[in-house]
């Protein structure tokens, strides 16, 4: 495996509705925890491949690192994902004429009750992330609950619009018990823009087809 080191992006997401500066800054590092880790175990995979094979002895070693990959690569990108979706002075509602806007009203019966979905996923007990994934194979839009990082994400569908809901997100600003505050917040600094462009995807898919 040759790979070049990932390196933690940033992102400017100072005075953000409900969510502190505080948390923010804990949370950047914990994300830039993901980065290093990611780096580290693809490089000791690396290692154990540089031979071409992966010998008798090595394969206990090969097979936890290799799980643990998913785990903090996915913590990775989907931090990424979740802090990219962001901004000051976000939130309200995309555009009636937004792609991702049909995509919605195409897959439920409203935009509010795709929204009652997207939260009551959030509220789930347990500790992950609410993902409102696009299908491009339809073009329809569905909500799925990502436990940990690696478990649950469906294979093919493109994330549009990521929310973590581990504790770390928002524990220094609310409650546990109260997570559906913190789900308000996110909603209040969503970047639609950014939803809408990574709604792109299908409509490259439809001009390819």
Known sequence: MQNESYKPKTFDLSSLTGISDQTLEMHFKLYEGYVTNTNLLTEKISE???????????????SELTRRLGFEYNGMVLHEHYFGNMKRGGGGEPAK???FRSAVERS???????????????????VGWAIAYLDPSNGRVSNHWIELH??????????????DVWEHAYLLDYKPADRPKYIEAFL?????????????VWDVIRRAA
């Open 48 to 62: 154990i491949l540089a031979d071409g094979k992966v010998d008798k002895e090595e394969v206990p070693a090969y």
């Open 97 to 99: 004429n937004a792609g």
């Open 108 to 126: 439920f019966p409203t935009f509010d009750i795709w929204k009652t979905d997207f939260t009551s996923v959030g509220k789930m007990r347990g």
């Open 150 to 163: 690696e478990n649950g994400n469906v294979a093919g569908f493109v994330p549009l619009l990521v929310m």
């Open 188 to 200: 209040a600094n969503v970047d639609w823009d950014v939803v809408e462009r990574r709604m792109k």
